[in-house]
């Protein structure tokens, strides 16, 4: 057959194995064939002059609905909006309704993404059955059929000796284990930052210990168990200091950052506007400029956007009774450009490694590079196209975004799925 797509001319960043330079990248039947300069014919040719040319992006967790809440979100409409913003491979928690609970539940994750060909779609299972955190979920089972890592996300697991079990469990499939790291005897029935804003808005807080309890619990199990442990969307200066010490320690502990906790405050709940309420709540001004320490020092090993689609009719119940979650996939890539890449936190080449490379490691995937014969996931970015945000434009169900006519840059022209093109902005 031999399909053969060159992308010429552009600046190949290639984190993995330590490419940045102006080269060419040849794809013959849907592989990376080779990295560097040609002088060939290839049946399709796109020039990235003044592009950037990255190994396709990877977003660890997100939240696509279904089953249960397909008004909100479809494996489907998720996948569109994924390879939109430049996604090849996604991470969809099992928090649904039903949960991913067993063998049959992760089949189903895979076979909707199969038939929606649009980006890789990989799940979760859920640690406990229903994410009550009481009896431990099919976990053997999940990950024979391909689940890549267990998380009740939505809920941390309350019982410390249901956790230990469930990580001992997953250590023998060497299979990574996500938290929601919440403690709900200091969460109580908080639904902000627990701090000066949440006293003058009269809302119950939620106090930062809520997360950092947790945390510091787990920390103590993995070192009992070793399990490939991940600290999912970490909000907190607290939980920074945590990590740092488990890394310290080189314990196999992981742990991601999303948009919202880098670039907004509590502050931002002064209206009640529900789009800003979301799980962990955001925090401070301190919490942000932590997190953002973090990543400069190596300390954040993914970004993830926890992308989570409400229907707007609940999103505009009130500030107490609205669903927690921010849909912000389809501006993810400009959101961390607007947080690490302009204050100088990173540069280019660290903000891929932590949207490639570092994230497929977590998940225990072959992904997040360009090398020889690897399937091309690739993706093309215009790092200078400067627009404004518009939610009524996103291929998501839901509009639940906060950044509605932010001007932000960067732009994803196109997305490359197993040597495909499954995007172009031009079309």
Not at 144 to 172: C, H, I, P, W
Not at 319 to 342: D, N, Q, V
Not at 356 to 380: S, W, Y
Request: hydrophobic share 40%; net charge negative.
């Amino acid at each position: 057959m031999g399909n053969e797509l060159l992308i010429k001319n552009g600046r190949v960043i290639d984190p993995a194995n330590g490419i940045d330079k102006k080269c060419d990248v040849l794809i013959i039947d849907g592989r990376i064939a080779d990295v560097g300069r040609f002088e060939k014919h290839a049946e399709t040719v796109i020039d990235a002059a003044g592009k950037l040319v990255t190994p396709g992006l990877i977003d660890i967790h997100v939240h696509f609905r279904e089953p249960g809440d397909e008004e909100e979100e479809t494996i489907a409409s998720g996948s569109a909006a994924a390879v939109a913003a430049g996604f090849t491979s996604v991470v969809c928690m099992p928090n649904t309704n039903p949960p991913i609970e067993d063998e049959t539940d992760v089949e189903y994750i895979h076979r909707k993404g199969r038939q929606a060909r649009r980006t890789h779609v990989y799940t979760m299972g859920s640690i406990t059955k229903k994410a009550e955190g009481v009896e431990l979920a099919e976990m053997g089972f999940m990950a024979e059929a391909g689940a890549v890592g267990f998380t009740d996300d939505g809920n941390g697991v309350q019982n410390s000796a249901v956790m230990l079990r469930a990580m001992k469990y997953a250590a023998m499939f060497n299979v990574v284990v996500a938290q929601h790291c919440q403690d709900d005897c200091f969460a109580g029935k908080g639904v902000m930052n627990a701090g000066y804003y949440s006293t003058i808005l009269g809302l119950p807080g939620l106090d930062a210990i809520a997360e950092e309890a947790m945390l510091w619990r787990d920390i103590q199990l993995v070192k009992k168990t070793n399990v490939r442990y991940h600290a999912q969307h970490i909000s907190t200066a607290g939980s920074v200091e945590l990590i740092r010490a488990a890394k310290k320690m080189s314990l196999p502990v992981t742990c991601e950052v999303t948009p919202h906790h880098l670039l907004l405050t509590d502050s931002c709940c002064a209206e009640y506007d529900t789009n800003y309420k979301v799980n962990p709540p955001l925090r401070t001004d301190k919490d942000i400029e932590a997190l953002k320490e973090a990543v400069r020092e190596g300390l954040v090993d993914a970004l993830a956007t926890d992308h989570a689609p409400h229907l707007q009719s609940e999103k505009e119940l009130e500030f107490l009774a609205a669903p927690f979650g921010i849909a912000s996939l389809e501006c993810a890539l400009s959101l961390y450009i607007k947080a690490l890449l302009e204050p100088g936190v990173l540069d280019w080449p660290g903000l891929i490694k932590l949207m490639t490379a570092n994230p497929a490691k977590i998940i225990g995937v072959d992904k997040g590079t360009l090398g020889k014969g690897k399937q091309a996931d690739v993706t093309i970015i215009d790092p200078d196209f400067e627009y404004t945000i518009d939610k009524n434009k996103f291929r998501s169900k839901s509009r639940n975004c906060p950044y509605h006519g932010w001007k932000v840059k960067g732009r994803v022209l196109k997305t490359i799925v197993g040597g495909e093109i499954r995007f172009s902005a031009d079309d």
